[in-house]
């Protein structure tokens, strides 16, 4: 009797729920056909509104290359895009220069949700969506984006494929001024790399380069994206210094320094030694000189010790069958395209054979130690590219990183052009390197 009884009410539900679906839909006062509808027309309206279009904060990928800034400007169904950046796109092989702009279509559909998506070519933002060769997925990038939120304000939108989350905001200003003032404050800051934050007086250190902050947060080590603005950079997500939470710093051209709206924040000039050595953008080489008309090299400018285990290195690569010959040996920004390899600063080299050039290297991490002191740290990190097929250079990265701290001395401190580096440790163990 129990289970006729039990089933007599859940079916007694399913049928008064069911007569009463009519009901629901007049609770809202029209069809769920028509509140979409309305809705889609809502986010045209916004994105139509604003008269000089929007900036988009666009990040491609995994985030490890950054933010990209576009504009966009909505108009009758049509987009016109233009980026930061010169596109060259590797489908036709044309280069399209940073500020050019380009119309295509775009739709505000519904599918799991309200969405914006880019639905015909554009060559500028479908660069990082498209296959090419050797990338399948192309950059594992979107074109189609989820409505989060939508306000004449600010737009924020989701990734349907890759989730990566793309903001939005209004013009004040004539896109293609917008483009060009992104353009010079990125070449301005991408000069100056950062490794230093003070908050409230508290130094921390972090790694500011290619549009990536890598800093100590309290859950660990974190490394958050941004894009650059007119004024300053914007982060992907808010970053936590200090017990604070930041989402934009701004430039002070005449400090050089990067601060938060509250100033608690600042992101100081380098020094000397910061900039041109320990985030250096360029390459400090070692004495090692290879002369292509003898098909020798020498050596100088570091101890005897060291001398030995380069010789034998080189002499692996340069004595061997297949004709590759070893050109360089640096200390610095890795040669590698940031593309092919993640790893900033490295203890690399260079070797060609025939046209061919390689570049090689074991990624490391330079610290200033004691500033009054000029006391660095080459701390060896990680193999970087293509390192496994040359592991016999491995007592050299042994040497390099087994002797740090090194003492540091610039032949000139105003602008330097060579560095000697002594071992803390044992004053028999050193090396001179002159920059590129």
Same mark, same amino acid.
């Given at each position: 009797?129990?289970?006729?009884?039990?089933?007599?009410?859940?079916?007694?539900?399913?049928?008064?729920?069911?007569?009463?679906?009519?009901?629901?839909?007049?609770?809202?006062?029209?069809?769920?056909?028509?509140?979409?509808?309305?809705?889609?027309?809502?986010?045209?309206?916004?994105?139509?509104?604003?008269?000089?279009?929007?900036?988009?904060?666009?990040?491609?990928?995994?985030?490890?290359?950054?933010?990209?800034?576009?504009?966009? #400007?909505? +108009?009758?169904?049509?987009?016109? $895009?233009?980026?930061?950046?010169?596109? =060259?796109?590797?489908? @036709? %092989?044309?280069?399209?220069?940073?500020?050019?702009?380009?119309?295509?279509?775009?739709?505000?559909?519904?599918?799991?949700?309200?969405?914006?998506?880019?639905?015909?070519?554009?060559?500028?933002?479908?660069?990082?969506?498209?296959?090419?060769?050797?990338?399948?997925?192309?950059?594992?990038?979107?074109?189609?984006?989820?409505?989060?939120?939508?306000?004449?304000?600010?737009?924020?939108? #989701?990734? +349907?494929?890759?989730?990566?989350? $793309?903001?939005?905001?209004?013009?004040? =200003?004539?896109?293609? @001024? %917008?483009?060009?003032?992104?353009?010079?404050?990125?070449?301005?800051?991408?000069?100056?790399?950062?490794?230093?934050?003070?908050?409230?007086?508290?130094?921390?250190?972090?790694?500011?380069?290619?549009?990536?902050?890598?800093?100590?947060?309290?859950?660990?080590?974190?490394?958050?994206?941004?894009?650059?603005?007119?004024?300053?950079?914007?982060?992907?997500?808010?970053?936590?210094?200090?017990?604070?939470?930041?989402?934009?710093?701004?430039?002070?051209?005449?400090?050089?320094?990067?601060?938060?709206? @509250?100033?608690?924040?600042?992101?100081?000039?380098?020094?000397?030694?910061?900039?041109?050595?320990?985030?250096?953008?360029?390459?400090?080489?070692?004495?090692?000189?290879?002369?292509?008309?003898?098909?020798?090299?020498?050596?100088?400018?570091?101890?005897?010790?060291?001398?030995?285990?380069?010789?034998?290195?080189?002499?692996?690569?340069?004595?061997?069958?297949?004709?590759?010959?070893?050109?360089?040996?640096?200390?610095?920004?890795?040669?590698?395209?940031?593309?092919?390899?993640?790893?900033?600063?490295?203890?690399?080299?260079?070797?060609?054979?025939?046209?061919?050039?390689?570049?090689?290297?074991?990624?490391?991490?330079?610290?200033?130690?004691?500033?009054?002191?000029?006391?660095?740290?080459?701390?060896?990190?990680?193999?970087?590219?293509?390192?496994?097929?040359?592991?016999?250079?491995?007592?050299?990265?042994?040497?390099?990183?087994?002797?740090?701290?090194?003492?540091?001395?610039?032949?000139?401190?105003?602008?330097?052009?060579?560095?000697?580096?002594?071992?803390?440790?044992?004053?028999?163990?050193?090396?001179?390197?002159?920059?590129?």
């Amino acid at each position: 009797m129990r289970r006729l009884y039990t089933y007599f009410v859940v079916l007694t539900g399913v049928l008064a729920l069911a007569s009463c679906s009519d009901d629901v839909e007049n609770v809202f006062g029209a069809t769920a056909a028509e509140r979409t509808d309305a809705g889609q027309r809502a986010y045209y309206s916004i994105l139509e509104g604003s008269e000089q279009g929007w900036a988009l904060d666009f990040y491609p990928g995994n985030r490890i290359e950054g933010g990209v800034v576009y504009t966009a #400007r909505f +108009k009758g169904g049509q987009a016109t $895009l233009a980026c930061e950046q010169a596109i =060259s796109n590797p489908i @036709d %092989y044309k280069s399209y220069p940073a500020g050019t702009e380009m119309t295509s279509d775009y739709r505000i559909t519904n599918e799991t949700g309200v969405m914006l998506t880019f639905d015909t070519y554009n060559v500028l933002f479908h660069y990082w969506s498209q296959p090419f060769k050797g990338h399948a997925k192309g950059y594992e990038s979107d074109y189609e984006f989820t409505f989060i939120s939508a306000t004449p304000d600010e737009v924020v939108l #989701r990734g +349907k494929k890759y989730g990566n989350l $793309l903001r939005m905001y209004p013009l004040k =200003s004539a896109a293609t @001024d %917008y483009v060009k003032d992104v353009a010079t404050m990125h070449t301005t800051l991408s000069a100056i790399n950062r490794k230093r934050a003070v908050v409230d007086g508290k130094t921390y250190p972090i790694t500011m380069a290619y549009n990536l902050m890598s800093y100590e947060a309290a859950d660990g080590q974190r490394t958050v994206a941004f894009v650059h603005t007119p004024t300053g950079i914007r982060f992907y997500e808010p970053i936590q210094m200090g017990g604070y939470s930041y989402s934009a710093m701004t430039y002070d051209k005449d400090t050089q320094e990067l601060r938060t709206a @509250d100033g608690r924040a600042v992101l100081p000039r380098p020094t000397t030694l910061e900039q041109q050595f320990v985030c250096a953008q360029s390459q400090w080489l070692f004495g090692y000189k290879y002369s292509v008309s003898t098909k020798s090299y020498t050596l100088d400018g570091m101890c005897d010790e060291l001398k030995d285990i380069i010789s034998h290195c080189a002499d692996v690569v340069n004595k061997g069958t297949w004709g590759e010959t070893v050109r360089e040996l640096y200390l610095g920004a890795n040669q590698e395209p940031f593309a092919n390899d993640k790893h900033r600063w490295v203890l690399g080299w260079q070797t060609r054979m025939s046209s061919i050039r390689y570049n090689i290297g074991y990624a490391v991490d330079i610290e200033v130690a004691d500033a009054a002191r000029q006391l660095v740290n080459i701390n060896m990190v990680e193999a970087a590219n293509l390192f496994s097929n040359y592991g016999y250079w491995q007592p050299f990265v042994d040497f390099v990183g087994q002797h740090s701290p090194y003492l540091l001395t610039f032949d000139n401190d105003e602008n330097p052009k060579e560095a000697t580096l002594v071992s803390e440790r044992d004053a028999t163990k050193w090396f001179k390197v002159t920059v590129r």
